[in-house]
């Protein structure tokens, strides 16, 4: 799984909210968390896809994040939805 994936991707949640929660409802199928993100903004959702066994892909920073999800500002996490 790398950004071409998600670039790609015809469904996508973007943000840590939208991201908790496709992971929680058991429909992400990949969480990717930006390298530059606060570790404590980002905690709770690489927690939950440990649990969940989503994998989980770590992105550079914030704004390469943002602009594979298609979008002008930075991102913290976003994620594949089946």
Do not use: W
Request: glycine share 4%; aromatic share 4%; proline share 2%.
């Amino acid at each position: 799984m790398d950004l071409k994936n998600l670039e790609t991707a015809p469904q996508r949640k973007i943000g840590i909210k939208q991201s908790l929660k496709a992971v929680r409802t058991g429909k992400a199928e990949a969480l990717f968390i930006a390298k530059d993100a606060e570790q404590y903004v980002v905690r709770s959702v690489v927690e939950l896809a440990k649990e969940h066994n989503v994998p989980i892909v770590y992105i550079e920073n914030m704004l390469i994040l943002g602009k594979a999800c298609n979008i002008d500002v930075g991102a913290a996490t976003a994620v594949i939805v089946k």
